[in-house]
């Protein structure tokens, strides 16, 4: 029995050294993409993670990203961080000093990009998140940057366009207190709706994961809200919808939403409750410039759905690294190093033209973009512009 | 009053479903004298087999319209019958085995719940799914109180599937068997009957039960997922501590009462305290009555 261990433990010894002696392939950059494929939300891990694949498709077809003279193929390295802030934190670990990545893509929503960018600012790993609005992802960390705007600029967006749309003084929020940006947006719904004059009479939670909210929708149509803000994700506004529709509410209040709701399975999950309904978010396909219009018919055409804002700020964040890299100028294969360089690199950027605006990085790494206003058409399935908001400040 | 009203309707339709799962657990409790973890997650698996089941069933029909209630009521027994399936051979695999060993038999349990929510996830994806109601859905408005026909029939099935239980508890001897197993574990077989098959029959209807409630469940909060049997496990096994574990009035009741204790605390006290009040009141109730509302005595043989 001993001689097999120790027969087992050479065989072993012999190939990990056989396996690390093997010839290098073609000059290979590592990028992790940090992404929500299982958990609560996974249309924005999918989206992700096809847009982050075909950027890499693209890029690699072309002979690969240009630094410095000599081509390098781009690998990507994909970890589902389970919509959990837990796993978002060990995801971003693994890839950093497991995988060894160059870069860090994501993570998307902002409770699990929090944690994420946390480890990747301490460990000196460069980081974009593509979709996660919450200031705390990028404050006082320069290693992380966004290629979104930040929800201190959407959420007082929503107030006043609910104030202003709808000539409403009485605001409701219902949002769910476990989850880091949806508690900010929240609060800041409020402090901006109140500072242009409003009241809030209704301010209600849920923790996450409920399903009835049956109780908070009584309240809030008792208290006469004209306007309910919700800052959920796409899972569970169509049961707040729903509810809210069964129980009467929206016979009085308009219910507005954030970026989270943007997604293809909204109006799959919400159906005909969802019509007339009003969003921010970061684009509107119908008024999207050429550029913009080549990505979704050829997102389309590879993976079948039109590609929802997830897809062109991960396609966007792709790009700026390739930016970033070329500002860099040269990679000298010392890991430590060539981050830093990188991560200079997109501190460099300068009106950098993507599928989801142009956009230039402010100290802080968030983009300055405008904010674009959606009415939903559940019956044609699409997301309809209303109107645009230039960066403007709130606070 | 509308106010009051609307939230005691909301309450009712909350409180049934919770009963019909808190059944699973008070039924098995009496008759084997452990918490079955997994309960919640057959939940669940009757969900999503319902979903499956009405897909089904439409697609049988092909193009020959069949009456909504007639694909409620078929898909209801098809996830029954799936569900008892799937509920059965875990008995006979994962619980039988260890009936001796009592605390091995509840970390089975809660492996196997963890089990079916990934064999779940693996199956069918991490997507939602929607649920499509086979109940056309119209609102009605009575006294200024908005009632609709999904939480008419959800309260209405509950009430049905629990006298029936009650039917087949008080009135036939296999319901008189499973009473008499929760009083006196081993004069029973003295007398005759064969435990394991009342066992067997008590995990079968459990396991109905909790199809239904997921069927239910589904219809009034249409999207299903893999991890939803969780947390409304964990409620529903509360509400059955609370009424009396093992004795089934006590479950009916618990469900009723954690329904009723959750939509008052949202309603009055602000939202972000609602779980915490309704539990700390569901820790007073226990604490003024160790054993749950109608919980038998502990009593001691000497």
Redesign the interface.
């Known amino acids: 029995m001993r001689k097999k261990l120790i027969l087992l433990m050479i065989v072993l010894a012999l190939s990990g050294i056989l396996h690390s002696c093997a010839p290098a392939g073609p000059a290979e950059i590592l990028v992790g993409v940090n992404a929500e ?4 939300i ?2 924005v891990g999918a989206a992700c993670k096809n847009a982050a694949e075909m950027a890499a498709e693209e890029i690699n077809a072309a002979g690969g990203l240009e630094i410095g003279g000599k081509k390098y193929k781009i690998k990507l390295v994909i970890a589902d961080n389970e919509n959990k802030p837990e796993s978002a934190a060990a995801a971003a670990t693994k890839l950093i000093t497991q995988d060894k990545v160059l870069i860090h893509i994501g993570a998307n929503a902002s409770k699990n990009a929090i944690p994420a960018s946390s480890v990747c600012n301490e460990l000196q790993c460069p980081m974009i998140s593509p979709w996660s609005t919450n200031p705390n992802t990028t404050l006082y960390k320069p290693w992380v940057f966004r290629a979104c705007f930040i929800d201190s600029f959407q959420a007082g967006v929503n107030a006043q366009f609910g104030m202003e749309e709808f000539n409403a003084t009485k605001g409701a929020v219902l949002f769910d ?1 476990g989850s880091d940006a949806c508690y900010y947006q929240g609060f800041f719904f409020k402090k901006t709706w109140e500072k242009l004059g409003g009241q809030i009479v209704a ?5 996450t ?4 909210f ?3 929708l ?2 809030i149509k ?1 208290s006469g809200a004209e306007v309910l803000y919700v800052p959920q994700y796409y ?1 569970e506004v ?2 707040i919808v ?1 509810q809210a529709n ?3 509410v929206t016979e009085k209040t308009h219910i507005i939403g954030h970026d989270g709701w943007e997604s293809p ?1 909204l109006c ?2 919400c ?1 005909a409750d969802c019509n007339g309904l009003y969003f921010t978010t970061h684009w509107a396909v119908d008024i999207a410039g050429a550029k913009t219009q080549a990505f979704i018919k050829k997102y389309k055409e590879k993976y079948g759905v039109d590609p929802d804002s997830v897809a062109g700020l991960t396609y966007d964040a792709m790009y700026l690294f390739v930016q970033a890299a070329k500002n860099c100028g040269k990679l000298t294969g010392n890991l430590a190093q060539d981050r830093k360089c990188i991560r200079d690199g997109l501190a460099a950027i300068k009106d950098f033209e993507g599928v989801t605006g142009t956009m230039t990085p402010t100290e802080q790494g968030d983009m300055i973009k405008s904010v674009h206003i959606v009415k939903i058409d559940c019956d044609a399935g699409v997301f309809r512009w209303y109107k645009t908001v230039q960066p403007k400040t709130f606070e | 009053m509308t ?1 009051i009203l ?2 005691l309707i ?1 309450a009712i ?2 409180g049934s479903i919770y009963a019909l799962i808190a059944l699973g657990y008070s039924m098995v409790y009496g008759v084997l004298r452990f918490i079955n973890f997994a309960h919640g997650d057959i939940f669940m698996v009757g969900a999503f087999l319902s979903y499956f089941a009405a897909v089904l069933i439409r697609r049988l029909a092909g193009a020959t319209a069949i009456p909504t209630a007639l694909i409620f009521v078929g898909s209801m027994l098809l996830a029954m019958l799936g569900t008892a399936l799937i509920a059965l051979s875990i008995e006979r695999i994962a619980y039988r085995p260890l009936r001796r060993y009592r605390l091995s038999v509840v970390i089975t349990a809660l492996g196997m719940g963890v089990f079916l929510e990934h064999m779940t ?1 693996v199956i069918v ?4 799914i ?1 649920f499509h109601p086979l109940i056309t ?1 119209t ?1 009605y ?1 009575v006294a200024g109180v ?1 009632i ?1 026909t ?1 939480q008419l029939v959800i309260i209405f099935v509950s009430i049905l599937l629990m006298l029936i239980l009650e039917f087949i508890v008080r009135q036939t001897k296999q319901g008189m068997a499973m009473r008499a197993i929760s009083y006196d574990r081993e004069a029973v077989p003295l007398m005759g009957v064969n435990v394991d098959h009342i066992v067997t029959l008590t995990f079968a209807i459990a396991s109905c039960l909790a199809a239904a409630g997921g069927l239910l469940y589904a219809h ?4 299903i ?1 893999p ?2 049997g ?2 409304v496990g964990w409620k529903a096994f509360i509400s059955a501590v609370v009424g009396g574990i093992g004795v089934i009035r006590g479950a009916m009741l618990g469900g009723y009462i954690l329904g009723f204790v ?2 008052a605390a ?2 009055i006290f ?3 305290m ?2 915490l009040i309704s539990f700390v009141v569901l820790m007073i109730v226990l604490l003024a009555k160790p054993t749950g509302i109608f919980g038998l005595p502990l009593r001691q043989k000497v």
């Open positions: 494929l299982t958990g609560a996974p249309m207190i301010f209600e939670t849920f923790t994961g409920d399903k009835d049956t109780a908070q009584t309240k008792e899972d169509p049961l729903k069964r129980l009467g399975d799959k999950l159906g | 106010y609307q939230q909301n339709q909350l996830l994806g991490p997507w939602r929607s859905e609102v408005k908005s609709s999904t009034a909060y249409p999207i997922e991890y939803m969780i947390m959750e939509i949202g309603a602000p939202s972000r609602r779980d």
